[in-house]
């Protein structure tokens, strides 16, 4: 019963095949056919492996493409998406065997897998994607990559070109352990950088204050200024306060220096009136 269901599918393809199609059902059969289905390339493809499907223009089988990396035919791929445009048609392939990329990081060289991904960007006549037959479209991928059902049957065929992921050096986990240590220490050393200076930013402040005479002047008469103001005022504002003696808040008054405006402004920002704190202990 299996066999004549698959033999009645595939005599469906061949009638849905046959004849051309109407135009709005044209990428959708197409799509149907491809999307999906593992295939093995009979030309050269590049990518990047950068997580971006690295474009490869073709023309007939000739292939130009940027990408860093290249992958000789008989690369194992699967279609990922089938997109059918006015003057050509793009299928986006996925490689599923990773490669292992190398890399620096300070003394050491490390390693990590990545996966590959490109499509092909394959030029039509104008005749044939209007012509809407899925067997002409079909034909212009014939000299790029073949089609199979299943991985399994692209992986038995003898076009298969075998590639496998480079192995890892045979003393990496060392390598990843010493790695991780002078990682640590980078990071260690960052953070006493920038604590070093960090502290002599403030010793170089806190020198500056010291030895300049006027600043410290100008500050002195700030404090002096704001401790002589009759601080009357603050009976009218006084709440009646529960817990703890209330704070009055005293307007600072205009002084003839920087360091005066500063340390009237310290000193007068939350003061205890003497008025206030009586009140509160009365009512206590």
């Known amino acids: 019963m299996a066999r004549w269901t698959a033999k009645a599918a595939a005599i469906l393809a061949l009638v849905t095949m046959s004849a051309p199609v109407l135009a709005g059902q044209l990428e959708d059969v197409l799509e149907s056919r491809w999307r999906g289905a593992w295939v093995l390339m009979t030309t050269d493809i590049y990518s990047d492996c950068a997580g971006n499907y690295t474009r490869n223009d073709v023309n007939?089988?000739?292939?130009?493409?940027?990408?860093?990396?290249?992958?000789?035919?008989?690369?194992?791929?699967?279609?990922?998406?089938?997109?059918?445009?006015?003057?050509?048609?793009?299928?986006?392939?996925?490689?599923?065997?990773?490669?292992?990329?190398?890399?620096?990081?300070?003394?050491?060289?490390?390693?990590?897998?990545?996966?590959?991904?490109?499509?092909?960007?394959?030029?039509?006549?104008?005749?044939?994607?209007?012509?809407?037959?899925?067997?002409?479209?079909?034909?212009?991928?014939?000299?790029?990559?073949?089609?199979?059902?299943?991985?399994?049957?692209?992986?038995?065929?003898?076009?298969?070109?075998?590639r496998e992921r480079g192995e890892y050096p045979d003393d990496y986990d060392r390598t990843l352990a010493r790695h991780a240590a002078w990682k640590a220490e980078q990071t260690n050393a960052a953070i006493q950088a920038r604590i070093d200076q960090a502290t002599e930013e403030a010793s170089r402040i806190t020198g500056r204050v010291n030895s300049d005479h006027d600043y410290l002047k100008g500050f002195s008469a700030g404090i002096e200024a704001v401790r002589a103001r009759d601080l009357s005022e603050c009976d009218a504002s006084c709440p009646s306060h529960r817990s703890s003696p209330p704070l009055c808040r005293v307007p600072p008054q205009p002084s003839s220096s920087a360091a005066s405006r500063m340390a009237a402004a310290s000193s007068s920002g939350l003061s205890r009136c003497a008025s206030c704190r009586s009140a509160w202990f009365r009512y206590q």
Not at 75 to 102: H, I, N, T, W
Not at 112 to 130: G, M, Q, T
Request: net charge negative; aromatic share 8%.
């Open 60 to 162: 007939g089988e000739l292939v130009r493409s940027q990408g860093r990396f290249r992958f000789r035919r008989g690369e194992l791929a699967q279609v990922k998406d089938f997109d059918l445009e006015r003057s050509g048609l793009e299928l986006a392939l996925s490689l599923p065997e990773p490669l292992l990329m190398s890399y620096e990081d300070g003394p050491f060289t490390l390693y990590e897998e990545v996966r590959c991904l490109a499509s092909l960007d394959v030029e039509l006549p104008r005749a044939v994607v209007k012509g809407n037959d899925p067997r002409r479209i079909e034909a212009a991928l014939q000299p790029l990559l073949l089609r199979f059902v299943s991985e399994e049957s692209a992986t038995q065929s003898r076009f298969w070109n075998h």
